[in-house]
C-alpha cells in the first residue's frame, strides 16, 4: 500500500508540506497516469533526490513551486492557485509555461518535466508498467539473451 500524504510529508527533507502538495499536483498533470502506481510518491522521491544537492538549488525550486502556485493572476491571466484549477484549466497553464515567450517560464516548465520524469523513470515501481525489466547488475552473466540475436562467449 502506498504512503498517504500525510505519511510522505512527514519524511520531506527539503520541501514544506505546501511545497510538496504543489509539486505533487504539479507531477500528477505532467504524468497522469503515474498516480496509480501503488508505492509511486514522485513528489516524495523528488525532494529526497534534491536533498543532498546545493542548498541553492534547493531554493530555486521553491521558488519556482511558489511562482508557479501563487503566480498564475500575473503569469497565467486567471484568479485561480494551479492547484485550484480543473485538469483543463492546468493544461493550459503548463502548456503557456511551456511555450511562453518568457524564457524563465520555459526553463521553469523544462525543469519541472524533467525532475518529474526523471523521478518516474529511475523508479522501480514504473519499471514494470513500462516494461523495463531493470539494471543487468546482479542478474548474472550471461543475462537473458535468448531470442534477442546477441551471441555470447562463456568464461573462462
Known amino acids: 500500500m502506498g504512503m498517504s500524504d500525510a505519511d ?3 519524511h520531506l527533507q527539503i520541501l514544506s508540506q505546501s511545497e510538496y502538495r ?3 499536483t504539479i ?6 497516469g503515474a498516480s496509480e502506481i501503488q508505492g509511486l510518491d514522485l513528489a516524495q522521491r523528488i525532494d529526497s533526490a534534491l536533498a543532498p544537492a546545493s542548498r541553492k538549488f534547493g531554493q ?12 498564475a493572476p500575473l503569469l497565467g491571466f486567471t484568479l485561480k492557485q494551479f492547484t485550484q484549477m480543473s485538469p483543463e484549466e492546468k493544461d493550459r497553464y503548463l502548456s503557456g509555461w ?3 515567450h518568457l524564457s524563465f517560464k520555459r526553463m521553469g516548465f523544462q525543469a519541472l518535466k524533467r525532475l518529474a520524469l ?5 523508479s522501480d515501481e514504473s519499471w514494470n508498467v513500462i ?26
Open 8 to 10: 510522505s510529508c512527514a
Open 22 to 24: 504543489i509539486l505533487k
Open 27 to 32: 507531477v500528477r498533470q505532467i504524468l497522469p
Open 60 to 71: 530555486d525550486l521553491k521558488r519556482l513551486l511558489f511562482v508557479f502556485e501563487y503566480g
Open 98 to 100: 511551456e511555450r511562453s
Open 118 to 122: 526523471a523521478a518516474f523513470y529511475g
Open 131 to 156: 516494461g523495463y525489466p531493470g539494471p543487468w547488475l546482479n542478474k548474472g552473466y550471461p543475462y537473458d539473451y535468448q531470442g534477442k540475436g546477441i551471441k555470447t562467449f562463456p568464461r573462462n
